[in-house]
């Protein structure tokens, strides 16, 4: 089994920054891409941004230039520093990640709790 771990939501004012983190752990034989998703209130959920293992990255075309995705290879770890904050960007964060689990050699994603970001003054 595989567990993920989110943090660093929150209410900030509009203009201003979170970092958000998840933390995968369990029978982890490798991490491949790893991702943040968001889904606001009545709209579907939204790839927000993706990490593969070689650290390429690719942003949806709202948060670019505003939001930056980096991973951890060694903690199996991914953060989603967010700046320049609209309120438009608010939502429910999901970490999802694709993992190979070392215990049945199966490949399969994973979804965070997710975690509630608010952007309002």
């Known amino acids: 089994q595989v567990q993920l771990v989110e943090s660093g939501g929150g209410l900030v004012q509009p203009g201003g920054s979170l970092r958000l983190s998840c933390a995968a752990s369990?029978?982890?034989?490798?991490?491949?891409?790893m991702d943040w998703y968001r889904q606001a209130p009545g709209n579907q959920r939204e790839l927000v941004a993706s990490i593969t293992d070689g650290v390429t990255a690719n942003y949806a075309d709202s948060v670019k230039g505003r939001f930056t995705i980096s991973r951890d290879n060694a903690k199996n770890t991914v953060n989603l520093q967010m700046n320049s904050l609209k309120p438009e960007d608010t939502a429910v964060y999901y970490c999802?990640?694709?993992?190979?689990?070392?215990?049945?050699?199966?490949?399969?994603?994973?979804w965070g709790q997710g975690t509630q970001v608010i952007i309002s003054s």
């Open positions: 999802s990640v694709v993992v190979t689990d070392s215990t049945n050699w199966v490949t399969r994603r994973y």
């Open positions: 369990g029978s982890i034989f490798r991490v491949s891409a």
